[in-house]
């Protein structure tokens, strides 16, 4: 049963109902997962996919077959990794070894792991990995090659970070920090996909030439999700925010959520999105890579959410106290427009960028770099789809074209006089059919053209166009039933 | 030491390029120019300063006869800011500065020797057609539909410079978007009057129109870049290059921007459709027409307004190895502190 303040919602938001109804009716997966001919063990895998993620878990599912298995083992090793250094209970004498060998897990038939807290929400993974490492041995060597690379590089990152975490109240002190844990936790994660689509000939190779762009795919997705649940992050104890920005606005962290620092806190907001904001245009580059459309979608969704959940959070002082989401219809709206094409993602975050522009605050200290990304955002969409170049090129047309634009516009001409006898004649019969039941009611149209007879030829002397006494009197007296 | 020749060299952009080549300490300058170099401005020793107007052709050959240059950078060129723009008169100011001006020089140029030409042309050549937007143009961007008068001068003297091309005498030319900074004679003055005379709060059209700027040292240093490049490789010659901050934005939150480091930030905000502001354009025209008094808004300065336009500039960057030193963020920071000393000088 829907809340009563969502119906309210829905009821003043037709459009965004619309959305939730167009994409749950008319959304096809471009491929469906075949449970049929699942074995035990890999729809334990799915199960446990649907259990430790909310978002991805649908966009995996529609994954092109080549894919669909690696890339749900890729999401559960790296979950269960997570899982693992996230937990505060773990000692850093266990937790550090058992990050940097992860990747040898793989390898280990039957292996599981016991020791999360009970508080940890993926738990279950960890203690049925044994599954996850049953289905690993199943698929090709060189997409086993590509999971296993990454886990290690990723272990090993968090090792870093966990380690420096250990010993540092401030372990993100440089933007340089807070990018490299970001690469660490998704920067890796893009550099693995994008591996894994060209390995299975889904994206163009020329991806893996140019780097910078898969990285941006990652770091836009995590920055997001860091400035959105900063709240979250502080109640638990975690700071991910640099201190080199942070430092900027307020001398202590929890300053930021002091209700008296409003001010200070969201121009820290704005920063913080001023840092992923940069790097939306190669986000779109990166899409232009993709061949399939399953793939698209896997990469476009995620992106479309974090520029529209950056634009709800941008200058909204409630990221300070809950986890703001963007509606149920605008995502609905976000998914159908992502899994279309390039184009239709385009707009959106063109879309996206007007909006966050408009909401841009002149006192803000970084109000002219965040107009500058958003203008970075329009001009590459530009670059990739040209509105029609300036037409000054046209001005030199043939003397064919020419001939028939004389023809059109002489038919048009003729078109308005048309309309315009139609209008002419409307209006007549409107007026004639006024009057004459006017007349029926006992309108004195003699008295009316009488007074404009005398206001215009009555004399002619000047001044002499006030209405003469006797005119007046007789408008004035109510002879017939006038109302 | 090779020598090279700026005329306009006292002017906003001319004495940027001066303190630009000095800097580099690799070349000897002349600068010519019409003024001296004005009160409050740098000059410098070791520069050569000439007087001479581009217009007398006498005196530009005998100037650069006496300097013997191997480069010269041209940047003498004039422009209405005000209704002037958009109308007909002054027609044969802009051209006879503008074109005949520089052929003058040119001349003179090729003449006595000299091996480089960089001419200053501007991105008006493309943008200055009001009938269309203009995003992201870059050199294959037609040239000569400009239907205003400066940039039909512009386009014509950008021609007779790019064709006067030969290994000998090799020319070039570069198109800045507005250049904003220090000394910036109408950019700033203009948007900052704004506020003076209370028109911050209306934004015409949907404000999203994006347009260029380019920080003025940014200009110099493309300017130097085109020397070099016209003394070795050469790679340039023959060729148009737009040069901006590459950092295109909404036109409004550029004024905004400045607004605010005036300290004012407009207090409410009353959007006009670009229509209804065209035919109020129109309406202030005819008051125009009939009494002779100049307005602010007219149906070309709607049109400026509303229009987006910016450049790319990725053959800059290829061909001159061009990239912008001053962001725009801190460029506008500076150009506005300055405006705001010199406005406090006055009082």
Redesign the interface.
């Known amino acids: 049963m829907p809340k009563l303040s969502s119906i309210f919602y829905y009821g003043v938001h037709p459009s965004e109902l619309r959305s939730i109804i167009q994409w749950k009716v008319w959304h096809n997966p471009v491929h469906e997962r075949d449970e049929s001919k699942e074995c035990e063990t890999l729809k334990q895998c799915f199960f446990y996919l649907d259990m430790t993620s909310r978002s991805f878990a649908a966009v995996i599912k529609e994954l092109h077959p080549e894919l669909l298995v690696p890339v749900c083992l890729f999401y559960l090793v790296l979950r269960a990794l997570d899982t693992i250094e996230d937990d505060m209970t773990i000692p850093l004498e266990k937790k550090e070894p058992l990050l940097r060998e992860f990747d040898t897990v793989l390898e280990k038939d039957g292996w599981t792991f016991t020791e999360n807290g009970p508080n940890e929400k993926d738990r279950e993974l960890c203690v049925h990995f044994d599954v996850v490492i049953e289905e690993f041995k199943k698929i090709k060597p060189a997409y086993k090659a590509i999971i296993k690379d990454i886990t290690k590089k990723m272990g090993n990152g968090m090792a870093d970070y966990v380690n420096n975490a250990e010993h540092n109240i401030h372990s993100v002190n440089t933007i340089k920090d807070y990018e490299l844990y970001c690469h660490y936790v998704a920067g890796l994660v893009g550099e693995g996909c994008t591996r894994l689509f060209v390995e299975a000939g889904l994206a163009n190779p020329a991806l893996l030439q140019k780097p910078e762009l898969m990285e941006s795919m990652g770091q836009f997705l995590q920055q997001v999700n860091i400035m959105r649940d900063i709240k979250e992050d502080f109640d638990d104890k975690r700071r991910f925010y640099p201190k080199e920005i942070w430092s900027k606005h307020v001398d202590k962290f929890e300053d930021l959520f002091k209700p008296e620092n409003q001010q200070a806190a969201l121009n820290c907001t704005s920063e913080m999105i001023l840092i992923s904001l940069q790097r939306a245009d190669e986000c779109l580059y990166y899409l232009a890579g993709i061949k399939e459309q399953s793939v698209f979608n896997f990469c476009a969704i995620p992106q479309a959410m974090a520029i529209a959940t950056m634009e709800e959070c941008f200058r909204n002082p409630n990221v300070y106290k809950t986890n703001v989401k963007i509606s149920k219809g605008q995502a609905c709206q976000l998914m159908v427009d992502s899994t279309q094409n390039l184009q239709m993602v385009c707009d959106t975050f063109r879309k996206y960028a007007r909006k966050i522009s408009k909401k841009n605050n002149p006192k803000d200290p970084n109000f002219l770099n965040i107009s500058i990304a958003c203008g970075k955002i329009e001009q590459f969409i530009e670059s990739i789809f040209p509105t029609q170049k300036s037409k000054g090129g046209a001005k030199l047309i043939s003397a064919e074209q020419e001939a028939k634009e004389k023809a059109e516009a002489g038919e048009a001409r003729q078109d308005t006089i048309y309309m315009g006898l139609a209008v002419f004649l409307t209006l007549f019969v409107i007026t004639g059919f006024m009057v004459t039941i006017a007349w029926f009611a006992g309108a004195r149209f003699d008295i009316a053209f009488g007074q404009i007879r005398n206001t215009l030829f009555g004399s002619g002397f000047a001044g002499n166009d006030l209405p003469t006494n006797e005119n007046l009197k007789n408008a004035l007296t109510p002879e017939h039933g006038e109302l | 030491m090779e020598k090279v020749l700026v005329t306009g060299g006292t002017g906003f952009l001319g004495s940027a390029i001066v303190k630009a080549l000095l800097e580099t300490k690799k070349y000897d300058v002349t600068a010519l120019d019409i003024n001296p170099p004005s009160l409050g401005t740098a000059s410098y020793l070791d520069v050569n300063y000439v007087r001479a107007s581009v217009l007398d052709v006498g005196s530009i050959r005998k100037a650069i006869e006496a300097a013997r240059p191997s480069v010269v950078i041209h940047t003498v060129g004039v422009y209405h800011t005000d209704g002037r723009r958009y109308g007909k008169a002054g027609r044969e100011e802009l051209f006879g500065i503008n074109v005949i001006g520089t052929k003058n020089v040119l001349e003179a140029a090729r003449e006595f020797g000299v091996k480089g030409f960089v001419y200053t042309s501007s991105w008006a050549v493309?943008m200055d057609?009001l009938?269309?937007?203009?995003?992201?143009?870059d050199e294959a961007?037609?040239v000569?539909?400009a239907s205003l008068l400066y940039g039909q001068s512009k386009a014509a003297a950008e021609e007779i410079v790019l064709s006067a091309n030969t290994p000998q005498f090799r020319t070039c030319a570069l198109r800045p978007a507005v250049i904003i900074g220090p000394g910036d004679p109408a950019t700033i003055p203009t948007i900052h009057s704004c506020i003076r005379k209370g028109e911050t709060p209306f934004i015409i059209g949907s404000?999203?129109n994006?347009t260029d700027f380019v920080y003025i040292s940014n200009i110099a240093d493309a300017h130097i870049l085109a020397v070099s490049n016209l003394l070795t490789t050469g790679s340039a010659a023959g060729e148009a290059f737009f040069i901006t901050n590459g950092?295109?934005?909404?036109f409004r939150?550029?004024c905004?921007?400045v607004?605010?480091e005036f300290g004012h930030?407009p207090w409410l905000e009353i959007r006009i459709p670009e229509s209804l502001a065209w035919g109020l354009g129109w309406a202030a025209e005819c008051v125009t027409w009939f009494t002779g008094q100049p307005a602010t808004l007219s149906r070309g300065a709607v049109k400026d307004a509303c229009l987006s336009r910016?450049a790319?500039i990725d053959k800059a960057r290829r061909v001159l190895g061009y990239e912008p030193k001053v962001?725009?963020?801190e460029g506008?920071k500076l150009a506005c502190q300055e405006y705001k000393n010199r406005i406090s000088h006055k009082r």
């Open positions: 493309v057609d009938d269309y937007d203009h995003p992201n143009m961007s037609p000569g539909h404000g999203h994006l950092e295109p934005l909404s939150d550029f905004v921007a607004w605010a930030v910016y790319n962001g725009l963020a506008t």
